[in-house]
Every structure is written in C-alpha cells, then in structure tokens.
T-cell receptor, first 114, second 112 residues
Framework: DAGVIQSPRHEVTEMGQEVTLRCKPISGHDYLFWYRQTMMRGLELLIYFNNNVPIDDSGMPEDRFSAKMPNASFSTLKIQPSEPRDSAVYFC????????????FGPGTRLTVT | GEDVEQSLFLSVREGDSSVINCTYTDSSSTYLYWYKQEPGAGLQLLTYIFSNMDMKQDQRLTVLLNKKDKHLSLRIADTQTGDSAIYFCAERPGSGFQKLVFGTGTRLLVSP
C-alpha cells in the first residue's frame, strides 16, 4: 500500500492567494483527518470526515478555510484568501473504522505564505 | 475536557534508556498511543496500549499505563541516535468518536 498521499509537498504563495491542499487516503479507510502543525500551537485537528461526510469541523480556524471530500479516495483543504499566519505544515491522516483505529499520517504539505 | 500533556524536551546519551512521560485527563479513554515524528515527516504509530492493560512490551519499547493516575510512559531501551525525534502521546476518548487527542510532543535528543 502506498500509504496516505499528499500534494503538493511544499507550497509557497503570496498573501491573498487561494491555496488548495490535496490528500488521498489509504484505500478502505473510513475516516479522514486534516491537521495543522506549528511550533507555537503544536498539532491541531482541523476537521474530520466519516464516509466522506464532515463530522467535526470545530477546529477550522475561520471561514477562509474549507474542506471537501467528494469521494472515498480524495479530499481537499482550501484556504482563500491565504494569510502569513496560515504558514504551517498540514497533515492528512486516515484510519479504519474497526479495531485499534490508529491513524496513518501522510508526509504533510509545508505551506509558506509571504 | 480532554487534554494530554508531555514535557517538551529530553536529552540522553546513546546506549542509555529514555523514558518519556504523558498525562491525560479522560478516564474513559479506550486506547492510548505513542507516535514518532522524524524531521520533515508525518507521524508514525510506534505502539499502543488498550486501557485494560498496564504494560506492553515490543522489542526495545515498553509502555506503562497507570490508569489511576492517568499516566502513560514510553521507555526506549538502548537508545540510539536514530531514535532522535519528536514523540507524541495520544488518547482515544471514550466518547465513541474516532478522533484522537494528541499531546504537545516531547523532543528526544540522543547524543553519541
């Protein structure tokens, strides 16, 4: 299995631009999570999906952030307009429904907003 | 509410044992996990323990769970320079949801 795939790995953009981060979860996993990691705030859960349906988006910072999961193999996290304080590493993770329910993380997207 | 706390840094010499500690608040947590993050990479599951266990051993790793004190520890025997990383403790709350609550992470530095 290829694991969780994220693209791009690095993104540099100017303030005010739209940014779209992409994630392909592990096939067969029912849950998908988006996290943000910064030095100041650590690892924060932004939103998670179950069977493509958003379950908890209470961690989404503000209306500039939106996430979608149009099908079981693809999700996007969009920031519009982007701001310098959005600079962080964004991780996608997926997990199966049953058992230990461990989360498998992707390699992350390092976003820099100038 | 749910909260997981860890110390920020730990420095050890190669060959020594490392002990990373974690406290959590949800007494109904079902599983507790240890994740490792190497520079420039995502988090990788190292090991986990079910809440009805008090110890789990996996090669160089030993997990101890004190449910009464809500304290979890990870012991790494014969620590190597390749063990240098950030270690995250996480709990799965007993509320029935799939999400995990992660600690702040402990940065382990192993010197030769």
């Amino acid at each position: 299995d290829a694991g969780v795939i994220q693209s791009p790995r690095h993104e540099v953009t100017e303030m005010g631009q739209e940014v779209t981060l992409r994630c392909k979860p592990i096939s067969g996993h029912d849950y998908l999570f988006w996290y943000r990691q910064t030095m100041m705030r650590g690892l924060e859960l932004l939103i998670y999906f179950n069977n493509n349906v958003p379950i908890d988006d209470s961690g989404m910072p503000e209306d500039r952030f939106s996430a979608k999961m149009p099908n079981a193999s693809f999700s996007t996290l969009k920031i519009q307009p982007s701001e310098p304080r959005d600079s962080a590493v964004y991780f996608c993770a997926s997990s199966p429904l049953a058992g230990v329910a461990e989360q498998y993380f992707g390699p992350g997207t390092r976003l820099t907003v100038t | 509410g749910e909260d997981v706390e860890q110390s920020l840094f730990l420095s050890v010499r190669e060959g020594d044992s490392s002990v990373i500690n974690c406290t959590y608040t949800d007494s109904s947590s079902t599983y507790l996990y240890w994740y490792k993050q190497e520079p420039g990479a995502g988090l990788q599951l190292l090991t986990y323990i079910f809440s009805n266990m008090d110890m789990k051993q996996d090669q160089r790793l030993t997990v101890l769970l004190n449910k009464k004190d809500k304290h979890l520890s990870l012991r790494i025997a014969d620590t190597q320079t390749g063990d240098s990383a950030i270690y995250f403790c996480a709990e799965r709350p007993g509320s029935g949801f799939q999400k995990l609550v992660f600690g702040t992470g402990t940065r382990l530095l192993v010197s030769p």
